[in-house]
């Protein structure tokens, strides 16, 4: 049975930081890229970052450029964001999704349940 779980998400200041992870079980990590999306009250879900299985290319949402950083740990099967300079704007629920890198839902195979991430002005 695939599982995608994400954690770290939380409650944080504008300007300030936080790391999410996404641990990936019951499937070979190996040749799936990973996404993440967000989900704020109200909005569609949106993309934020795509990372290859090699984690060579990564694709970024505008919104996120340059105060995101996505990473991945093959050895932990696990993908890594990194969220600096967060805005009242980025709360959301943020999922993680194996498959793609694409901008779009469609093509991701398995999603995580998600994580809160709160910023407070």
């Known amino acids: 049975q695939v599982s995608l779980v994400e954690s770290g998400g939380g409650l944080v200041q504008v300007g300030g930081s936080l790391r999410l992870s996404c641990a990936a079980s019951g499937l070979s990590f190996s040749g799936y890229d990973m996404g993440w999306f967000r989900q704020a009250p109200g909005k569609e879900r949106e993309f934020v970052v795509g990372i290859t299985w090699t984690g060579g290319i990564t694709r970024y949402a505008h919104s996120v450029q340059g105060r995101f950083t996505v990473s991945r740990d093959k050895a932990k099967n696990t993908v890594y964001l990194q969220m600096n300079s967060l805005k009242p704007e980025d709360t959301a629920v943020y999922y993680c999704?194996?498959?793609?890198?694409?901008?779009?839902?469609?093509?991701?195979?398995?999603w995580g349940q998600g994580t809160q991430v709160t910023v407070s002005a």
């Open positions: 999704a194996a498959g793609s890198v694409s901008p779009n839902e469609a093509p991701y195979k398995f």
